[in-house]
């Protein structure tokens, strides 16, 4: 098992940082299904992603192509039947 000692230590040495940079992420409308939102969620997701080193661009971009969960659940379950 892993000593968690280094990685608390890295959490209460960056606690007051983290905090802030949580408020920061708050503060941006990213929850909504009004169009008039679209471009503050975008500026969530690309905040989130440069600060996780995660790529923004094709991958978000097929991820929008893809749709909802929801959607892709549903366009499985007709493609199932489709085959039966």
Known sequence: MMDPSPSLEYAAARQDQSLDELKELLRIHSIS?????????RRAAEWLAARSQLPVGPVS????KAG???KQAAKKQ??????E
């Open 78 to 83: 007709g493609e199932k039947k489709q085959a």
């Open 68 to 70: 909802s969960p929801k």
């Open 33 to 41: 299904t009004l169009p008039e939102h679209k471009p503050d969620m």
């Open 61 to 64: 971009a097929g991820a929008r």
